[in-house]
């Protein structure tokens, strides 16, 4: 139903900031909400920032929080995550997914069928 492309990855030295883009079509008349992930090589698939269909509701993983901020516009179809102050342990690549509905969305990656392919942020000086 909702197709997801991610860009605005790249390289960027500790403290700097990258903004991602989160492209959505298919059935963008359904309410969907938006969660950002992020999988770094050996760990675990990590939940980021999710947002809801109005963008009334967020809610951030304690890892970043104070750093990241998620927004979305739902006139461009679009879904965005900037980020400062990035670390090094920010290295991953990074994916939007999407859920159809309007309820509160959690961090849980399992509750988004709906997945981009990625976009990598690498943080190195």
């Known amino acids: 139903q909702l197709q997801l492309v991610e860009s605005g990855g790249g390289l960027v030295q500790p403290g700097g900031s990258l903004r991602l883009s989160c492209a959505v079509s298919?059935?963008?008349?359904?309410?969907?909400?938006v969660g950002w992930f992020r999988q770094a090589p050996g760990k675990e698939r990590e939940g980021v920032s999710v947002i809801s269909n109005s963008g009334g509701v967020t809610n951030y993983a304690d890892s970043i929080k104070g750093r990241f901020t998620i927004s979305k516009d739902n006139a461009k179809n679009a879904v965005y995550l900037q980020m400062n102050s990035l670390k090094p342990e920010d290295t991953a690549l990074y994916f939007c997914?999407?859920?159809?509905?309007?309820?509160?969305?959690?961090?849980?990656?399992?509750?988004?069928?709906?997945w981009g392919q990625g976009t990598q942020v690498t943080v190195s000086s």
């Open positions: 298919g059935s963008t008349r359904k309410s969907y909400a």
């Open positions: 997914a999407a859920k159809i509905g309007i309820g509160i969305p959690g961090l849980k990656f399992n509750e988004y069928p709906y």
